[in-house]
């Protein structure tokens, strides 16, 4: 058997329609985590459809409540020898909510339709079509290896992503030894673009914070106080002048990020964004200058202004409202001193004249990256490269915000992430789908990508082995519980 075995069998398993069946059963489950009467739904998806298919393929697997009294987890081991890689993956079973009645016609979230290329159906491409894809490449590759992987796999998938994750870190922290492996391999997340295959390696933070000005009880006629009364709208629009520009410069020094590694330049330089279907034009003179499209959305920071209200927009009238309020964001990429943004911002305002102007920050998600010239990194280009005859879209981070910080900084490891889904996908909107072309060259990449863990250095048909990389664990079934 031979690595174009397994890819053929991946490519057998579309092309017959057993994938599709497998995802239609799986869409067919309810698992709305953002509905409160959820729990039973999402217990099912891993207990009535995940872990059976598992434990046929050698899976010992178990349901770990969640901590933080959530949505479960599933925990699924495949051990193979002590001196082999240990590869973790994830994925998410939970889905948005279906938004049934705002689909188009014939169209249904719980049912997938195929047109053309499209598959319709919610979760085909968050997360069940993402998951389901990586799944049957595992089996494809057990097959193409008479039932064996030639690496150890430890899977992890949660039911709760779309409410913020609640739970994983915690399950991280407490499963720390158990869940550890040399390297994460997982799928969410779109591609850069449809037809251009995609690794990212982590993905940039995110934190909300809110600016208040409230300067007095209630609005005041502006004929009779206009030049009187300070305006907070004009305040706070001024406040947040000072923080960014109007090219979308970030003034905040604090709030900058380093300087972009060389490994990073490298792995941007020949990156374009936009251009595709549905996707507006970028303004090339906004952002950070001197920076490329590409490195300002994947290399640098950004703060944005969700919301601003003063006064009543709706129905405005003649007055100087009492108070305003802005809803605002900030991107950032590995580096940035995130933590101290409630501190850094007031002695920004404090020092600009706008000490009435007040800072509440919310909760934020730490940004995560692999170094480009990772050694797992580099392998695992060569691999996609091998299955699709050209060298993928490397982007050193997302430009939105993954879990990645419980797997990157939490169990410590680095983290792939092959996305089988691309922008104009409708995600988390009705009309959600996953593209049939784009899940059947994920299945090659994925079965590629597999058969490569398990090859063995001087394989007369490996050209790629995995097993001379840095690895982080070594023996004792790398953390596995053994059960009686």
Not at 270 to 286: A, C, H, L, R, S
Request: hydrophobic share 40%; glycine share 10%; aromatic share 8%.
């Amino acid at each position: 058997m031979t690595r174009d075995t397994a890819l053929d069998i991946a490519s057998r398993y579309y092309d017959s329609g057993a994938f599709f069946d497998d995802l239609q059963r799986r869409v067919a489950y309810r698992t709305e985590s953002q509905e409160a009467d959820s729990g039973a739904r999402l217990a099912a998806y891993l207990t009535e459809e995940l872990t059976p298919t598992l434990e046929a393929w050698g899976f010992r697997c178990r349901v770990v409540a969640n901590p933080a009294g959530a949505g479960p987890f599933l925990v699924a081991h495949r051990h193979e020898g002590d001196d082999l890689p240990t590869v973790l993956s994830y994925g998410h079973g939970d889905v948005v909510r279906g938004y049934d009645a705002q689909w188009a016609e014939r169209l249904s979230p719980w049912r997938v339709t195929v047109d053309g290329d499209r598959w319709y159906g919610r979760g085909t491409a968050d997360n069940k079509g993402q998951h389901s894809i990586n799944l049957a490449a595992l089996k494809a590759v057990l097959d193409a290896r008479d039932g064996k992987l030639g690496f150890n796999l430890k899977l992890l998938f949660e039911t709760g992503e779309e409410v913020g994750s609640p739970g994983l870190f915690a399950i991280c922290e407490q499963l720390r030894d158990e869940l550890a492996a040399d390297v994460l391999i997982a799928s969410d997340g779109p591609r850069l673009a449809a037809d251009r295959p995609t690794m990212f390696l982590g993905s940039r933070g995110v934190i909300n914070f809110r600016l208040d000005v409230k300067l007095r009880d209630g609005a005041h006629h502006s004929g009779n106080w206009g030049g009187l009364l300070r305006n907070p709208g004009i305040v706070l629009a001024n406040a947040i002048a000072s923080m960014v520009d109007s090219n979308g410069k970030i003034l905040i020094e604090g709030l900058r990020p380093p300087a972009i590694p060389d490994s990073v330049v490298r792995a941007l330089a020949d990156i374009k964004v936009g251009g595709n279907p549905g996707e507006p034009d970028v303004d090339t003179d906004y952002g950070e200058p001197g920076l490329t499209p590409a490195a300002r959305v994947f290399g640098w920071n950004n703060i944005e202004v969700l919301a601003f209200r003063t006064g009543n927009p709706e129905k405005p009238v003649n007055a100087i409202p009492a108070s305003a309020f802005a809803h605002m964001q900030i991107r950032f990429v590995v580096g940035t001193d995130w933590k101290n943004l409630q501190q850094i911002v007031r002695a920004h305002l404090d020092a600009h004249g706008f000490p009435m102007v007040d800072v509440e920050v919310e909760r934020g998600m730490p940004a995560t990256r692999v170094d480009p010239d990772n050694p797992w990194v580099q392998w695992a280009l060569r691999s996609l490269t091998q299955t699709t005859g050209a060298l993928p879209v490397l982007l050193p981070n997302l430009g939105g915000t993954l879990p990645n910080d419980v797997f990157a900084d939490v169990l410590g490891m680095p983290t792939l992430w092959v996305p089988h889904s691309y922008p104009g996908c409708s995600q988390h909107a009705p009309d959600e789908h996953l593209l049939g072309s784009v899940a059947s060259e994920g299945l090659r990449i994925m079965a590629g990508l597999f058969w490569d863990l398990g090859a063995r250095e001087g394989g007369a048909s490996d050209s790629n082995p995995a097993d001379h990389l840095p690895r982080k664990i070594n023996g004792a079934n790398g953390g596995l519980r053994h059960e009686h």
